[in-house]
């Protein structure tokens, strides 16, 4: 159920009840080559929570695996490409990315993101 008045939002719930329902995660995964497409509903924008390029066995064991190599900055460039807008595409690959893997190791972008709405729009905050 959808509330459309923010008023009756607040009176609800406040303001947290307000932001979980605008909120939204989503994950993304590209291998190198190919474009990591992020995308929000109309009136919402990006925010990414967490990015990792490089190779990540899943392991039942938990333990590090030889040719684990992740590049943990990747939150960096695909936030500078994707902060605030509806959406966007990355180019996967080490063009874009530091390399941290050994030569001839398969490595793909795994992002993690939220589409938000915000309550108001400044311009300025000077009077």
């Known amino acids: 159920r959808r509330t459309r008045n923010f008023h009756v939002t607040l009176a609800?719930?406040?303001i947290?009840?307000?932001?979980?329902r605008i909120i939204t995660s989503h994950?993304?995964?590209?291998?190198?080559?190919?474009p990591l497409r992020?995308?929000?509903?109309r009136?919402?924008?990006i925010s990414i929570q967490a990015a990792f390029y490089g190779n990540h066995?899943?392991?039942v064991s938990r333990r590090r695996h030889r040719n684990d190599c992740l590049n943990h900055g990747a939150v960096r460039s695909v936030s500078n490409s994707c902060y605030g807008?509806?959406?966007?595409?990355v180019a996967v690959g080490n063009q874009t990315f530091r390399d941290p893997c050994a030569p001839g190791t398969r490595k793909y972008l795994s992002v993690l993101y939220s589409c938000g709405r915000t309550l108001c729009a400044f311009s300025s905050f000077t009077e």
């Open 43 to 45: 009136h919402s924008t």
């Open 16 to 20: 947290s009840y307000y932001l979980s």
């Open 12 to 14: 609800r719930g406040g």
């Open 85 to 89: 807008r509806q959406k966007c595409a």
């Open 38 to 41: 992020l995308h929000c509903p």
């Open 57 to 59: 066995p899943l392991s």
């Open 27 to 34: 994950s993304a995964h590209a291998c190198d080559g190919e």
